[in-house]
């Protein structure tokens, strides 16, 4: 069960600690932050993909940062389902949190999340 929640709450810490760190990132509260990590947790697990597939020829060609940009579009499009409780400045504030919040997704995901979760089967 805790398998399946952990994208959900690793998305939800990283737009709080992104949120309170830039002013052109906006998250209205703790409900508006928990409903963006639902949204963003759904448009990654099924519009992400897609995009990474259709767009997998210029992600080869820049050495897969590309992929950051698809990030900053998933942000994005999840600021604008969200309406004024999310609010991102422009493409380049979400640029600048994806790049954030990959990395603090990869330490959450790697230091706290797999030795709970391998912690949990024994």
Known sequence: ???CLTPFLINTLTLMAVAGVF??????????????????????FF????????T????????GLFIFVINALMLMLTAALMGSSFEIS????ALLASVI??????????????????GSRR
Request: charged content about 5%; glycine content about 12%; overall charge neutral.
């Open 1 to 3: 069960m805790v398998g």
């Open 23 to 44: 002013n052109g990132f906006y998250l209205e509260g703790f409900g508006a932050a928990l409903m963006a990590g639902i949204i963003l947790t759904v448009v990654n």
């Open 47 to 54: 519009i992400r993909p897609l995009l990474v597939l259709l």
């Open 56 to 63: 997998l020829p210029f992600t080869v060609v820049t050495f």
């Open 90 to 93: 422009g493409f380049g504030m």
């Open 101 to 118: 919040i990959a990395l603090l997704n990869m330490v959450l995901s790697n230091f706290i999340a797999d030795p709970l979760s391998k």
